[in-house]
């Protein structure tokens, strides 16, 4: 497949320029697609230029989802992304920050490892970055490695990621490694065009710090880029007018990686990395999904009932696995964001009624959760399908405690501690834990699935499956007769650590929490069956 062999892992480098928010993630994602369905094997890895080792403190609300890894790394969002694309699985090598960069390095020197030098970001900061960029190739996996840095070239805090990138190129050489910018190029309404001067200006700051671009991909928000302006753009950022690629706003973001195979990006870095580019490549699974998401025969509402709900990003894996359930059953799915700050009695029906369903999110502190467990009771009560992830299953959790079983006080200890009836408590080895970042538990763990269930149906019939956790609290199973007597019951659990994953309650058509987050494997060509069935059951409503 490779016409000049010289190194076996090739790199595909991709900078942002002029503003952030241009959707590089995506860019990524589709490139990949494309590469992947054309036979090569691909992984994408972000940098991102900020000092918080991972992205696990921030505030959803700054920076959207925490999307975790089969392995537990706390990530960026868009590794959700690039993970729903390429049907893959990534890991805590495929994200890294400025903050775990200068951790490292610093553990190094205080443990003598630089042998008396002075530690300076230049070699030491950048030959850290560079290790990492080619940390995956080095497993010899893959054929090549994407690299999405974050951030808008220019910035202060991406420099040192820019020139390891110039050195990745160096040492790599024109064969194997490519560079793409991403920049703008606004439409000005004012005179009726479109401007390529901050595109201008964003090659220009690349080149001085040592890097000229290989392709330009060009947004645009609604004008199509001429031949005059593509000619333009090419002979003043300095590539072959073809390395001018456009990305016109798509209606779903599903269709960028037809419209990058369309504009042939694909095909321009096969070129440049000297790989054969007559292969077949085969999207039709993915036009059809396409196909399928555009002309839906059916809608439905379903709630997302969560706090953080003014940045949709916050939910962006819950949402897109509604979109991915939703298109198994030919069905649009539209969502009603909700606060549940703003959940009262007076006003739920009202905010409810006209919903197919009900979805309470994940999510952490007392903020909201009256409004979560209104929200849960009235669809036990009407009968609406329900599924609660994580917190959302937490609040399930203690909505029947309160109500059915008649314990007025149940909670959970993470929203009162001194509870006579703590339903949902803090696990053992986490009473310890002092330090925030990384110390939830995280990643993938085994649930073993109670038969003739619900659940066990909806798995088709898996005895044992996995799926990924980020949480501190679980069930009590001091609780366990109570709920299952009452008709709330068990349907999963980690036998290992003897922890409930999932609960159904019967006598209602659809009302299923999980402690974990299924949200994190559902994929374009792999929807997750907890989705896809809770859709189902909407629709049936
Ligand atoms: N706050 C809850 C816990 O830590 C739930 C976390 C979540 O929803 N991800 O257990």
Redesign the pocket.
Known sequence: MLLENTKSTKYIFITGGVTSSLGKGIIAASLAKLLQERGLSVTIQKFDPYINIDPGTLNPIEHGECFVTEDGAETDLDLGHYERFLNIYTSQANNITTGRIYYNVIQKERNGYYKGKTVQVVPHITDEIKEHFFKLGNQNKYDIIITEIGGTVGDIESLPFIEAVRQAKHELGGKNCVCIHLTLVPYLIATGELKTKPTQHSVKALLELGIQPDILVCRTEEHHLNEEIRKKIALFGNVPNDCVIEAINVETIYDVPLLMQREKLDKRVLEKLYIDTNTEIRMEAWESFVNTLKNYKCEIKIALIGKYVQLKDSYKSISESLIHGGVAHNCRVNIVWIHSEEIDTKNIHNQLQSCNGILV?????ERGWEGKLLAVQYAREHKIPFLG????F?SAVVEFARNILLLPDAS?T?MNEDTKNPV?NLMEEQKKVKQLGGT??LGAYNCTIKRGTKTYHIYKNADIISERH?????FNNAYSDMFEKAGFIITGKNEEMGLVEIMELQGHPWFIGC?F?PELKSTVLNPHPLFVDFVRACLEL
């Open positions: 999110a994940p999510g952490f502190g992830i994580c917190l959302g937490q959970s993470e949902i939830m538990r980020r949480h501190r609290y679980e402690q987050h």
